[in-house]
């Protein structure tokens, strides 16, 4: 099966002086599979079947498929078709990297992986973040993965739409970011423990068509949000959460109500809007979240100090956001910081362009005179949202 689409040149093995004697042939089929496995991708080691019969069903022995892309579609549907049609191995992971993909060609070779994979399902799609662009897609239609134990998307804002029945038995570990959610079954839903009975890692970033979040799981030790738009409400319930992040983005996060139960919660990650409601007293260890050294607005400045409060001895992990231009038409809000825990070491990260830190750091080191260990860090001005 030609995974080119024609045109693909043949693969010639050399002799050596004259001697017609295959001796690359000649190696164990798992060492020449290992041989295969070093080429560019799954199309070009499906190449190689032109050299002979001895060739035909090697490539797909390999237990996993990749396609580094730009991949179309249409050939990573043929690779894993030819899979089923040899009996080739069972597939351990598929990593495919696509370009502004229809979502019904994505959908279709997912559908046609869904039984075989039993490992990591990896699929980063490069199409354009507007809007409008990401509207022409459609939506993929997620099929259930029973067997996968890790799953990355990474698709550019077209549609999703998730599973509303089937088991995710062995997932560990769900990635999704720049996605669009649709259809009738909720993202908690999916990965509560009645779907996602192992899930024990769980990361949502720079995604939208979540207005309201409830996740409940036995099984979760770490959520990540990060940037879901429109997002209003978060409930969850994770008796084994040990690291919960959250961080909507400054000025147009809408998060009115928030209500987290995690008792082993060890550390977190916060950036925004903070009430004491939102989260049942746990035995914080760390705290890493962010604020605005110079600003026009000092409403999230309460937030902060309220989340200081809540808390007894921690490990804090400050972020310093500095203006990306001159500070002579901002305010100084380091003042407003009158309190902090018992910190037992700090690491302050500063991002800035040029601006002085000193005084905001003394000012803080001030606060906390019986820290034990001291970091400082510095990181390049890119960040649009807290880079926990």
Not at 136 to 156: D, H, S, Y
Not at 286 to 296: I, P
Not at 324 to 348: G, H, R, W
Not at 377 to 388: H, I, S, T
Request: charged share 20%; aromatic share 8%.
């Amino acid at each position: 099966m030609d995974l080119h689409g024609g045109g693909g040149r043949r693969i010639k093995l050399s002799s050596t002086g004259g001697c017609e004697e295959d001796r690359l042939s000649s190696l164990p089929d798992d060492l020449l599979r290992r041989i295969l496995r070093g080429l560019p991708s799954t199309a070009d080691a499906a190449q190689t079947s032109l050299l002979s019969r001895r060739w035909v069903r090697l490539w797909v022995g390999i237990p996993e498929i990749w396609f580094p892309g730009p991949a179309i579609p249409g050939r990573v549907h043929a690779a894993l078709a030819a899979y089923a049609a040899h009996d080739g191995a069972p597939i351990h992971g598929i990593h495919v990297t696509t370009l502004t993909a229809p979502a019904e060609s994505t959908a279709a070779w997912l559908r046609l992986a869904a039984p075989r994979l039993s490992g990591e399902l990896s699929v980063v799609d490069n199409a354009p973040l507007d809007d409008d662009a990401a509207e022409t897609l459609g939506v993929i239609e997620l099929p259930c993965f029973e067997n996968a134990t890790k799953i990355e998307l990474r698709l550019g804002c077209p549609g999703i739409a998730l599973p509303d029945s089937g088991v995710f038995a062995k997932l560990e570990t769900l990635f999704l970011e720049y996605v669009r959610f649709h259809g009738p079954c909720e993202l908690g839903e999916a990965v509560s423990s009645a779907r996602c009975p192992s899930l024990r890692r769980l990361t949502v970033r720079s995604s939208q068509g979540v207005s309201s979040l409830a996740i409940s799981s036995q099984s979760l030790v770490k959520v990540s949000l990060g940037c879901l738009k429109g997002l209003q409400q978060l409930m969850a319930v994770a008796p084994m959460v040990e690291h919960f992040h959250l961080s909507p983005w400054y000025r147009k996060a809408k998060l009115s109500t928030v209500n987290i139960s995690a008792p082993r919660l060890e550390k977190l990650t916060w950036a925004g809007r903070f009430e004491p409601s939102f989260l049942q007293r746990a035995h914080l260890q760390e705290l890493c979240t962010a604020f605005k050294v110079y600003g026009r607005d000092r409403s999230l400045n309460p937030h902060y100090l309220s989340l200081f409060r809540h808390f007894e001895a921690i490990s804090l992990q400050l972020l310093l956001v500095y203006p990306a231009n001159s500070v002579n038409s901002y305010e100084y809000l380091m003042d407003d910081i009158t309190f902090l825990p018992d910190v037992k070491n700090l690491v302050l990260s500063f991002c800035s362009r040029a601006h002085a830190f000193g005084a905001s750091a003394f000012h803080l080191l001030r606060l906390c005179a019986g820290i034990r260990g001291l970091k400082l860090k510095f990181l390049r001005y890119k960040v649009k949202f807290v880079p926990f």
